[in-house]
C-alpha cells in the first residue's frame, strides 16, 4: 500500500503585507511524511475566485485522506484551531485581484454551515501539552479564509475524510511593522505545531482533556 497524501494548504500575502505564515509554514513542510503520509503544500490565490478553484484543482489531483488550510489571522495570539465554516462572505477589504463581495453566501446550494471534521479538541489539547499556544474559534471571518474552508468541507461532505482549518498569527517580522504591534509567534514554532496537528489527525486520538473550557469567541 502506498503512501497517502495529505494537502496542506496556505495563501498568498494579501491586505498590504509580503509574506503570508500560512504558505511559508505550508511550503516548509512540503514532502515531509508524517505518520505514513506524504504532505503536499499549495499556495492559494487570495482571491474569491481563484481559491476555490485552485483547492478543486489539487483534491482533484491527490485525493488526499486528510486536509488542513491554513490562514492567518493577524491580531490573534495562538494557534486557532477553526470550528464551523459559514455560507457568508461579507469581505472588510478586498480581495487581491481588488473583488469585494458583501453579503453574499459562499454557495446558494448549500447549507449555512459546516463543522470541521478534524479533532479540533485533541490538537488543540495537543498543541497546549507540547507548549504552543492554541485555542478553538467559532469564527474564521467572513473573507477568503472562510470561503476556502467551506467550499472544502462541502466538497468533502459524507466522503469520510477529515479536513478543516487552522489560523496562524502574523509573524514577528510582521508585527514589527504594525503600531501597535500585533501578536505574533515565529515561524519555527508555527512549524513545529502544525506538523504535530497532522500527527494528531492521523493518529485516531480524538478524545479531548476533561473540563473542557469554555471559548472560542467569534472574531474577524
Known amino acids: 500500500m502506498g503512501l497517502m497524501n495529505i494537502l496542506l494548504t496556505g495563501f498568498e500575502p494579501f491586505g498590504g503585507e509580503v509574506i503570508n505564515p500560512s504558505w511559508e509554514v505550508a511550503r516548509s513542510l512540503h514532502g515531509q511524511v508524517i505518520a505514513g503520509s506524504t504532505v503536499h503544500a499549495r499556495c492559494l490565490p487570495t482571491t474569491f475566485v481563484g481559491a476555490p478553484q485552485a483547492l478543486a484543482d489539487a483534491l482533484a489531483v491527490l485525493k488526499p485522506e486528510l ?14 484551531i477553526e470550528r464551523v465554516a459559514v455560507n457568508l462572505i461579507d469581505a ?15 454557495r446558494t446550494d448549500a447549507p449555512a454551515a459546516y463543522f470541521s471534521t478534524l479533532p479540533v479538541k485533541a490538537i488543540r489539547d495537543g498543541l497546549r501539552a507540547a507548549g504552543h499556544p492554541a485555542g478553538l474559534s467559532l469564527s474564521a471571518g467572513a473573507f477568503v479564509c472562510n470561503q476556502l474552508f467551506f467550499e472544502l468541507q462541502h466538497r468533502l461532505a459524507g466522503r469520510g475524510r477529515m479536513s478543516g482549518f487552522i489560523h496562524l498569527p502574523a509573524l514577528p517580522e510582521q508585527a514589527a511593522r504594525t ?12 512549524i513545529d505545531a502544525i506538523k504535530l496537528a497532522i500527527a494528531i489527525s492521523l493518529s485516531g486520538d480524538a478524545q479531548p482533556a476533561a473540563g473542557d473550557p469554555d471559548e472560542g469567541g467569534p472574531t474577524s
Not at 491554513?70 to 490573534?76: K, T, V
Not at 503600531?179 to 508555527?190: K, R
Request: aromatic share 0%.
Open 179 to 190: 503600531q501597535p504591534s500585533v501578536p505574533s509567534m515565529g515561524l519555527a514554532a508555527q
Open 92 to 106: 472588510r477589504i478586498a480581495d487581491n485581484v481588488g473583488e469585494r463581495p458583501l453579503d453574499t453566501p459562499v
Open 67 to 80: 486536509v488542513i488550510a491554513l490562514g492567518q489571522a493577524s491580531g490573534r495570539s495562538e494557534v486557532s
